[in-house]
């Protein structure tokens, strides 16, 4: 077995193989402080047929076991991938994929499992670096190490890989993948830290990355990694220089088009036209539909490069133009069509109570959510026919980037006590369809009436390089996503950035390149934020259609007697006033109702319960016993008072069954607290006095 450890922000990361999963390709256990993780790569002998793209695989999943807990659910084992672990996956995924040559097609899969969680290092940090050590050790062509780590922000100090316990007051949370003096990959989320904090993070990660790069180097120094790529191609010069000479023009021509689908028309005519000669050659075929592309992709870099002017000819800096239509949906809570250039979401607020909110079964805690944003990508925004299942990875990735863009403008649950829901429905997408998710989500919420006293907007930016000569996008098309080699999405208000997301398809990025991007990025989000202001600038008055939702605190002492026996008494409230309360262990009570009249006699109610009323209060009561001296009212579930005889009517009343019976509901007044603490009730005072 061979160990290599070094302390990293004080703890020490310790990579060890040949003890576990030896059959594996190449594997290796990894722990940072107590979290620990098994990484197993394995990659066929033979490369997959008819296929142009790397088929790599990366799954990470967390066993329950790792933090102590058994599984929540009827089955009470782990089963499907969750949100989070999906997140992870793809944060394994993204810094690795470009490290792997195009025409690698061998079917590759990376297996990361947390075995133990010691709730001070998150698992995520660790994920990166055990494939990154694993894929050392395989037969894959890996042009790494790579290695991840997290930047927070406390009381204004750079925290390299801070605990569970130090994020909870971080201003920053920023994980950065890297290869040694260079960033591969960000993402993180922040509370409006300026441009200038991101790039100090950046500094400071980057001195971390290359202390666990250098130690994976030692590392897979004791083994024979070595690999041969062989390159199967079959194309000739002479079939690429025919192509050249053919083609080269019309494809020139392809630039000058505005729309996507006629330019995507264009070209698909082009590229059947090429190929369609070299049908009978099964390998030679999709090598001449590749190079095709290739000139495309040549074509468009080097008018951006040399021209400065983009595939819509737009200028490097320019954001395409944006089109707002509030209120589109009228019984929904909130909703807003959001539409720049060929990229269009409808974003829909729906507003709860305190019973929808999200519960969370995870490997280091149980926990809710009151804040949701789903984010949906179907077939036909990009005028396509496609498989309908379940959510995919890309779906939960850019729902998840576009939640955490908007999670810091979120008012208090004091001052709001509502479950949000934003679904974001993508219904045209050319290029950053997440970033037009946080525009539309942002105005959503003001559409709604939701307390927040900003907007945020997103925008992505994109790259083109080559050597020193680089130019960077603002508001990138799809095309420019696709042949460029950078997708850079930053999302905040006009004070600052609330969340960020770094794609690259070359091996890494200089930081000089990345501080213009970011500095570019902010003047597009401000003149985004100003069409945004234009359509709606401060919040609506809550909808009609929105549930009636308010909160307030009791006694603790009180939670059991407004539950009652068996949970008699809340359900009494619930049943009488047609509400929803919800009661915290901090004594926080959260009433819900359909309007304002049933709010208010659901809070009396409570109120009734958890506290002494106060003389002159009115109650809707309902007779319980009947005595000689006068009835027993139940005016509170569990609370009972008397109305003596003398307090029935005007007039005099010799028996009280003359006037009541048990089960009567009627309407009663408190008059008096005696002495003893009493409560007396009169019916006679809420009706006019004869004369």
Same mark, same amino acid.
């Given at each position: 077995?061979?160990?290599?450890?070094?302390?990293?922000?004080?703890?020490l990361l310790k990579i060890e193989s040949g003890q576990i999963a030896r059959q594996a390709g190449?594997?290796?256990?990894?722990?940072?402080?107590?979290?620990?993780?098994?990484?197993?790569?394995?990659?066929?002998?033979?490369?997959?047929?008819?296929?142009?793209?790397?088929?790599?695989?990366?799954?990470?999943?967390?066993?329950?076991?790792?933090?102590?807990?058994?599984?929540?659910?009827?089955?009470?084992?782990?089963?499907?991938?969750?949100?989070?672990?999906v997140l992870t996956s793809r944060l394994t995924d993204r810094p690795i994929r470009p490290l792997?040559?195009?025409?690698?097609?061998?079917?590759?899969?990376?297996?990361?499992?947390?075995?133990?969680?010691?709730?001070?290092?998150?698992?995520?940090?660790?994920?990166?670096?055990?494939?990154?050590?694993?894929?050392?050790?395989?037969?894959?062509?890996?042009?790494?190490?790579?290695?991840?780590?997290?930047?927070?922000?406390?009381?204004?100090?750079?925290?390299?890989?801070?605990?569970?316990?130090?994020?909870?007051?971080?201003?920053?949370?920023?994980?950065?993948?890297?290869?040694?003096?260079?960033?591969?990959?960000?993402?993180?989320?922040?509370?409006?830290?300026?441009?200038?904090?991101?790039?100090?993070?950046?500094?400071?990660?980057?001195?971390?990355?290359?202390?666990?790069?250098?130690?994976?180097?030692?590392?897979?120094?004791?083994?024979?990694?070595?690999?041969?790529?062989?390159?199967?191609?079959?194309?000739?010069?002479?079939?690429?220089?025919?192509?050249?000479?053919?083609?080269?023009?019309?494809?020139?021509?392809?630039?000058?088009?505005?729309?996507?689908?006629?330019?995507?028309?264009?070209?698909?005519?082009?590229?059947?036209?090429?190929?369609?000669?070299?049908?009978?050659?099964?390998?030679?075929?999709?090598?001449?539909?590749?190079?095709?592309?290739?000139?495309?992709?040549?074509?468009?870099?080097?008018?951006?490069?040399?021209?400065?002017?983009?595939?819509?000819?737009?200028?490097?800096?320019?954001?395409?133009?944006?089109?707002?239509?509030?209120?589109?949906?009228?019984?929904?809570?909130?909703?807003?069509?959001?539409?720049?250039?060929?990229?269009?979401?409808?974003?829909?607020?729906?507003?709860?109570?305190?019973?929808?909110?999200?519960?969370?079964?995870?490997?280091?805690?149980?926990?809710?959510?009151?804040?949701?944003?789903?984010?949906?990508?179907?077939?036909?925004?990009?005028?396509?026919?496609?498989?309908?299942?379940?959510?995919?990875?890309?779906?939960?990735?850019?729902?998840?980037?576009?939640?955490?863009?908007?999670?810091?403008?979120?008012?208090?649950?004091?001052?709001?006590?509502?479950?949000?829901?934003?679904?974001?429905?993508?219904?045209?997408?050319?290029?950053?369809?997440?970033?037009?998710?946080?525009?539309?989500?942002?105005?959503?919420?003001?559409?709604?009436?939701?307390?927040?006293?900003?907007?945020?907007?997103?925008?992505?930016?994109?790259?083109?390089?080559?050597?020193?000569?680089?130019?960077?996008?603002?508001?990138?098309?799809?095309?420019?996503?696709?042949?460029?080699?950078?997708?850079?999405?930053?999302?905040?208000?006009?004070?600052?950035?609330?969340?960020?997301?770094?794609?690259?398809?070359?091996?890494?990025?200089?930081?000089?390149?990345?501080?213009?991007?970011?500095?570019?990025?902010?003047?597009?989000?401000?003149?985004?934020?100003?069409?945004?202001?234009?359509?709606?600038?401060?919040?609506?008055?809550?909808?009609?259609?929105?549930?009636?939702?308010?909160?307030?605190?009791?006694?603790?002492?009180?939670?059991?007697?407004?539950?009652?026996?068996?949970?008699?008494?809340?359900?009494a409230i619930q049943e009488r006033a047609e509400c929803v309360i919800n009661i915290e262990d901090?004594?926080?009570?959260?009433?819900?109702?359909?309007?304002?009249?049933?709010?208010?006699?659901?809070?009396?109610?409570?109120?009734? !319960?958890?506290?002494?009323?106060? =003389?002159?209060? +009115?109650? @809707?009561?309902?007779?319980? *016993? $009947?005595? #000689?001296?006068?009835?027993?009212?139940?005016?509170?579930?569990?609370?009972?008072?008397?109305?003596?005889?003398?307090?029935?009517?005007?007039?005099? !009343?010799?028996?009280?069954?003359? =006037?009541?019976? +048990?089960? @009567?509901?009627?309407?009663? *007044? $408190?008059? #008096?607290?005696?002495?003893?603490?009493?409560?007396?009730?009169?019916?006679?005072?809420?009706?006019?006095?004869?004369?």
């Amino acid at each position: 077995m061979i160990k290599v450890e070094k302390n990293i922000a004080g703890r020490l990361l310790k990579i060890e193989s040949g003890q576990i999963a030896r059959q594996a390709g190449g594997s290796v256990f990894i722990t940072y402080g107590d979290t620990a993780m098994l990484a197993a790569v394995c990659c066929s002998s033979e490369p997959r047929e008819g296929i142009n793209f790397l088929p790599m695989q990366v799954e990470y999943r967390e066993k329950h076991y790792a933090g102590g807990k058994i599984p929540g659910g009827f089955f009470k084992r782990e089963a499907k991938p969750t949100d989070a672990e999906v997140l992870t996956s793809r944060l394994t995924d993204r810094p690795i994929r470009p490290l792997i040559p195009k025409n690698y097609r061998n079917e590759l899969q990376i297996m990361l499992t947390t075995m133990s969680y010691d709730g001070v290092n998150t698992p995520d940090v660790v994920a990166a670096i055990g494939a990154s050590a694993a894929l050392l050790l395989s037969p894959v062509p890996f042009d790494g190490p790579i290695a991840s780590v997290k930047v927070g922000l406390v009381d204004g100090e750079y925290i390299l890989n801070p605990t569970v316990e130090q994020m909870e007051s971080s201003d920053l949370d920023l994980m950065v993948t890297g290869k040694k003096d260079k960033i591969c990959m960000i993402e993180g989320g922040s509370n409006f830290v300026p441009e200038k904090t991101i790039l100090e993070a950046l500094d400071i990660a980057m001195e971390g990355i290359n202390d666990i790069v250098d130690l994976q180097m030692e590392f897979s120094e004791h083994f024979d990694n070595s690999y041969e790529i062989v390159d199967n191609s079959v194309i000739t010069e002479e079939v690429t220089n025919s192509l050249d000479e053919l083609y080269s023009d019309k494809i020139h021509k392809l630039l000058d088009m505005d729309s996507k689908k006629a330019m995507d028309d264009a070209y698909n005519e082009i590229a059947k036209e090429a190929s369609e000669s070299y049908k009978e050659d099964e390998k030679l075929y999709p090598e001449v539909k590749d190079h095709i592309k290739t000139m495309f992709k040549n074509a468009v870099r080097k008018s951006i490069l040399d021209k400065k002017v983009r595939v819509d000819g737009r200028g490097l800096a320019d954001v395409r133009q944006i089109s707002i239509v509030p209120s589109l949906l009228p019984r929904v809570h909130g909703s807003v069509l959001f539409t720049r250039g060929e990229t269009q979401a409808i974003a829909a607020l729906t507003l709860g109570n305190a019973r929808d909110e999200q519960i969370i079964d995870s490997m280091a805690s149980d926990y809710k959510k009151s804040f949701l944003l789903h984010y949906n990508f179907p077939p036909y925004c990009v005028g396509e026919t496609g498989r309908i299942g379940f959510t995919n990875r890309r779906e939960i990735g850019h729902g998840h980037l576009a939640e955490r863009s908007l999670k810091p403008i979120l008012p208090s649950s004091e001052e709001f006590p509502y479950t949000i829901r934003v679904v974001s429905e993508i219904t045209e997408s050319n290029g950053s369809s997440s970033m037009a998710s946080v525009c539309g989500g942002s105005l959503a919420m003001m559409n709604a009436g939701v307390p927040i006293k900003e907007h945020v907007a997103g925008i992505a930016m994109g790259l083109i390089m080559d050597g020193d000569n680089y130019a960077v996008l603002s508001d990138i098309l799809g095309t420019e996503d696709f042949l460029g080699d950078m997708d850079f999405k930053v999302a905040g208000t006009k004070d600052g950035i609330s969340a960020i997301q770094l794609d690259l398809k070359v091996p890494g990025l200089p930081m000089d390149v990345l501080s213009n991007a970011l500095e570019q990025a902010n003047k597009g989000r401000l003149h985004i934020l100003d069409e945004m202001n234009k359509a709606i600038s401060t919040p609506n008055a809550l909808s009609q259609y929105a549930p009636q939702i308010e909160s307030f605190k009791i006694d603790k002492e009180k939670i059991g007697a407004l539950i009652g026996p068996g949970g008699k008494n809340i359900k009494a409230i619930q049943e009488r006033a047609e509400c929803v309360i919800n009661i915290e262990d901090d004594g926080t009570v959260s009433v819900s109702a359909a309007d304002k009249a049933a709010l208010d006699n659901a809070i009396a109610q409570v109120k009734a !319960v958890t506290e002494d009323p106060k =003389v002159g209060t +009115v109650f @809707d009561g309902k007779v319980t *016993k $009947l005595m #000689e001296f006068g009835a027993f009212v139940e005016f509170a579930p569990g609370r009972e008072g008397l109305v003596h005889i003398s307090q029935l009517a005007w007039e005099r !009343v010799n028996k009280v069954s003359d =006037v009541l019976s +048990v089960g @009567d509901a009627v309407k009663i *007044k $408190l008059f #008096e607290i005696d002495k003893q603490g009493r409560l007396n009730f009169s019916m006679k005072l809420l009706m006019d006095k004869p004369e």
